[in-house]
Every structure is written in C-alpha cells, then in structure tokens.
C-alpha cells in the first residue's frame, strides 16, 4: 500500500512538472494574472526546471511574485520562418514593424506607470527619425497607424501593456486614443541576449547571442549539449548534415540520454532515422505550425507534401500546376475562389511556408526540394489482399 502511494506521488509530481514544462516552451513568458495555472506549476517547480534548462540547455528561468520567465536563446539565429505575426491577421511582421516593436519597448521602458497610445506613437516616431534605422515611420497615414497597433497588439498579448480604456481601431481611424498599465515586471525579461546592445559597437544577431567560447573540454561538450538540446526542443527537425563534426560525434555518443532527457522532461516522442531526429509531439500543441491542419490552405499543403516526397525535387511551375489540377479534383470541398487563375500561386507560398518552417523542403528561389523528413507524409502504392 505505501509503495503504490509512493509511485502514485511520485507519477503526479512527474506529470506537473512535465505540465509545467511543456507551460514555458510553449509560451515563454507566464503571468500569474493571465496564465494562473500555469504559472502556479512552474512556481512549484521552479527549482527543478531550472536546474534542467541550465544544465541542458543554458537557457535561465526567472520567477517572481509575477512573472514566470525562461529567457530562452535561439538554436540557430538563421531562419526566418517562424516570424512574429499580427495577433488578428496572423501576417508575418514586416522589418519596419520589428524596428517599431523595438523603439516601442525602449520608450516604455522610459514610460510612467501609464502610457496612451497617441503618447508612445509620438515617442516612435521620434525614435523612427534617427536615419541609421533605415525606416520611414512619420504616422501620416492609415498603413503607419495599423503597423504601429500590430506593435501594440502583440505587446498587449506578451502581457507588457494592459489595456485601460479605449480601442485601437479608434486610432487607426485617427477618431480616439487608448490608455494602457505599463507592466513593468514583464517588461523587465523582455530582452534575452548574451549581451547588453549597448556594450557593442555595431549590432549583431549572432553575436547579441552568442555564449562565450569556451575553453576546456568539459564546457566545450556542455556548450555542444545546449546547442542540441535547444535543437531538440525548438526545431522540428534535427539532421546530421546539419552539424558540424564535433556536434555530430557528441550525437552519436549521446543520442540515448539526450533524447530520454527530453522525453522525459516533456513528453516528446524521439522518431530516429538515418538522417536524423525529430521530437514528435503526441499531444500537439507545442508548436506554432500544425500539419496537417483543416482548411484548403491545410489540405493542399498535405497534398503538395505528399507529391514532393514522391518527386523528391520540382520546380514551382511544376506546383503550380498540380496544385491547378488539385483544385478541379476538390472543387467542392476547397473555398470557391481556389479554382479562379492565379489562386494557385498563393496557395503554393502559403505550402510551401508551412514546410519551409517545419524543415520538410528547402527551397532555392523557384526550385523546390523534400528533405528527407517529409518521406513520412510519401503513399505506398496499395496492397490487396484477398479474404478467403
């Protein structure tokens, strides 16, 4: 009776903790106010979860009263297919709203404890002038007030701005303003970077990133461990061509306990193949690009994916074309405007997005090709059985 108490204990204390975890990756940034739940799990389990993510990853947690925080780091600083994206529309961000989210957070980081929209548009706009940014942002015009409220938008659902009254689209009009709480708490983990911008001369992804070069055999293998381990984690795919020599040999040797570790903490399934690995999500939900996915967007980008495994290499007329004839074969089950000319050029970008971001294809300008990942999504030809 008390063993199975025991492990009954120890099952639940694993299964929150796994909660808890999955909690950060998901969305890095937890408040208490916001996100209760999930905040209480990694407040409970703080001291283990930030044990493993500092061993296995170098990624730091910070909790406090209100804030739970894994300032993770990127695996690779390289791939733009998993940008921000407007909290309504779901488009990618453009550079100048990037340029825009950074002038907006250094202004309320010199706000007061309240800010109206009209006072940190004015703010930005101010920043936007400085001619080294490369930007023309002067607020003169509808496109500049949505681009400045998509900044808004996305700061309102990180949880660093509160709305107190008012509504945006009122500004985008130009016929009212809005008041938001400054979280200053929040705020605060925003920046996760090796290095403070302003200890360097002229700014740089990599190296803003970058962990110190280490120089002793153990930290060169615990840095190599990070680097694996945050690839585990954040990449839908792991190759081995992928790696360098001193990355690959750590893998070969370690891939067991590195893969257990993960699982173990999350919940991911290891599917290990001769190109490499991939942490398959049971409960899917750990990532921001799904496949496949409902709609006509979904269904032609598993159709597509299963004619680029056949195909192993195409070009995009070539697409283009089966995506044509796609849209005859399912007129009655995909939105009436696929089967209009040109609809299927941007059904193909929005596939070809989809795999680009899961690494099942790469793609060189218009020439298009699987990466051994999608065979998983290729059809064998049927076999017929007889029943006797």
Do not use: C, N
């Given at each position: 009776m008390t063993r199975s108490l025991t492990d009954t204990?120890?099952?639940?204390?694993?299964?929150?903790?796994?909660?808890?975890?999955?909690?950060?990756?998901?969305?890095?940034?937890?408040?208490?106010?916001a996100q209760a739940e999930e905040y209480r799990l990694v407040r409970k389990h703080e001291t283990e979860l930030r044990a493993w993510f500092d061993l296995n990853t170098g990624w730091r947690l910070v909790v406090d009263s209100e804030v739970a925080r894994l300032v993770k780091v990127a695996a690779t600083t390289d791939d733009p297919s998993h940008p921000a994206r407007d909290t309504r529309s779901k488009l990618p961000f453009t550079r100048?709203?990037?340029?825009?989210?950074c002038l907006a957070l250094a202004s309320l980081e010199r706000a007061d404890a309240q800010i109206t929209l009209g006072r940190l548009a004015a703010?930005?706009?101010?920043?936007?002038?400085?001619?080294?940014?490369?930007?023309?942002?002067?607020l003169t015009g509808r496109e500049e007030r949505s681009d400045l409220v998509a900044v808004v938008r996305l700061l309102l659902d990180l949880g660093v701005l509160s709305k107190v009254a008012g509504e945006e689209d009122a500004f985008v009009r130009d016929t009212g303003d809005v008041l938001y709480d400054v979280e200053r708490?929040?705020?605060?983990?925003?920046?996760?970077?090796?290095?403070?911008?302003?200890?360097?001369?002229?700014?740089d992804l990599v190296e803003l990133t970058s962990d110190v070069v280490p120089d002793t055999d153990e930290l060169r293998n615990r840095a190599i461990r990070h680097r694996l381990t945050r690839q585990l984690l954040d990449e839908p795919v792991l190759y081995y061509d992928e790696l360098n020599s001193d990355e690959l040999a750590y893998l070969t040797r370690q891939r067991a306990a590195l893969t257990r570790q993960v699982s173990d903490l999350t919940g991911l399934v290891a599917e290990v193949r001769a190109e490499g690995i991939a942490m398959i999500d049971p409960a899917d939900d750990l990532t921001d690009v799904r496949m496949p996915e409902s709609g006509t967007e979904g269904h032609v980008t598993l159709l597509v994916a299963e004619y680029l495994a056949a195909q192993v290499e195409v070009h995009i007329n070539d697409l283009h074309e089966r995506v044509r004839v796609l849209a005859q074969d399912h007129r009655s089950y995909w939105r009436r405007n696929a089967t209009e000319p040109g609809a299927e050029s941007e059904l193909v970008e929005q596939a070809l997005t989809r795999?680009?971001?899961?690494?099942?294809?790469?793609?060189?300008?218009?020439h298009i090709r699987a990466r051994p990942a999608l065979a998983r999504y290729a059809l064998a030809e049927p076999t017929i059985t007889t029943v006797r």
């Open positions: 204990l120890s099952a639940s204390h694993a299964d929150d903790r796994r909660k808890a975890a999955r909690a950060l990756l998901r969305r890095p940034l937890l408040r208490a106010s100048r709203r990037y340029v825009l989210t703010q930005v706009v101010m920043g936007a002038a400085d001619p080294e940014l490369g930007v023309d942002f002067t708490r929040v705020l605060a983990t925003m920046l996760a970077t090796r290095r403070g911008p302003s200890t360097m001369d002229e700014l795999l680009t971001a899961l690494h099942l294809v790469s793609r060189d300008h218009d």
